[in-house]
């Protein structure tokens, strides 16, 4: 098994199916997409392990509390390290973190978007430690996201040549 | 002919003129810019043939349906690929559509953002054909946007070496 | 020194410490990270000289004119060459400055985001002059921003070989 799966496997930390989106939304688009060593990926959402829409979902600050927002960001973290998953064979292969893009459902007056999206950022330097998983980020409030979830994340990886 | 704009013609679309900013608006930065194999795409709006700024303006969800969202996206695509058309000489130097980050400006509770972002990816993908035109994307929704424009698309293309 | 550095003293302005964060926030992140000739910026607000969170905070259109957005826009294109100069060494080594996603914490109905941001692009095209210095750029509207800030940026920039 490779070395990133078996952390996980010691975080008690599992990777969900692929989004099931709610009924009659499509999806033109692909999760993430390889050109070269770049990988690109694609707004994600926190997920059941099943790829059904996590719960609860609504706005930080009023339908979420900051620590449901990090579970939800970390959960987001999964989707997305599923997603790589399923492109690359397996999470071996990334050399590093680079360009992270954390969203927040942002109920009025919430300001603390960081604490939410450390969520995702702890998860990736627990499994990748600080020299992959250190990468660039911004974590803003959002008006509404799709389907009402609360986090959305979108970013960029690098493979080994 | 290149290939790209004859599917264009076929489809009966056409490219709109540059961007007339309102008046008394300086926007001093490229709407694409190339480096090496990347061309950066700056963030674009629907327009009109002439340039101007398409109607309706405002928030999609209360000013305007997700069909009349839809159709902004697609024209919004239409703007970018006017754009690059300038910038590049023809489409057909484009070898792949990569990151999309589509913006929509958002009425309070409206969810169905990868519905409006759709205008923007089906015509691609007409365009392109799956291969070719096939990208990550994020759709998501914006508190305002410049204008009061219903949808603004940011991203980046690669073209052959 | 620098020819940048220099630039920016001929301009009476100077680039401001680290930022100090508000007690109890954890940012788990870098700042800038080089990945060969790519320089990824994570999102900057403005700051005072000494780090801390410039004044005032809030929404521009609300609590802030337009003009306070522009110099806030400013500010933060010096945090982010602060950031730079710290990773890099001297400010000399960009070539080129590319991608620019300008975040402006919105009031209701508030449309004016390029005017904000021009405080950013007009900094950068005042210290790289008009080939180096042009990027691409999206200015909108945030629900929200963390700490309440005004104003936050993120791009790329690419440095000489």
Do not use: C
């Not at 770049?38 to 926190?46: E, F």
């Not at 900051?66 to 959960?75: H, K, M």
């Not at 954390?102 to 950022?121: C, D, K, L, Q, T």
Request: hydrophobic share 40%; net charge negative; aromatic share 6%.
């Amino acid at each position: 098994m490779a070395l990133i799966e078996q952390r996980l496997e010691q975080l008690g930390l599992s990777l969900p199916a692929q989004i099931q989106p709610p009924p009659g939304v499509h999806l033109p688009f692909a999760f993430v997409q390889q050109h070269g060593a770049r990988v690109l990926i694609s707004g994600h959402g926190p997920l059941n392990p099943d790829g059904t829409l996590a719960q609860p979902l609504g706005k930080v600050g009023r339908d979420l509390t900051v620590a449901q927002g990090y579970e939800a960001a970390q959960r987001t973290g999964l989707a997305i390290l599923a997603s790589l998953q399923r492109a690359l064979g397996d999470l071996d292969r990334i050399k590093s973190w680079t360009r992270i893009f954390g969203m927040v459902n942002s109920a009025p007056g919430f300001h603390e978007h960081p604490a939410v999206i450390n969520g995702f950022s702890q998860l990736i330097l627990d499994l990748y430690g600080r020299d992959q998983g250190q990468h660039t980020r911004s974590a803003v409030g959002m008006a509404e996201l799709p389907f009402n979830i609360p986090v959305e994340i979108e970013g960029e990886v690098l493979l080994y040549a």
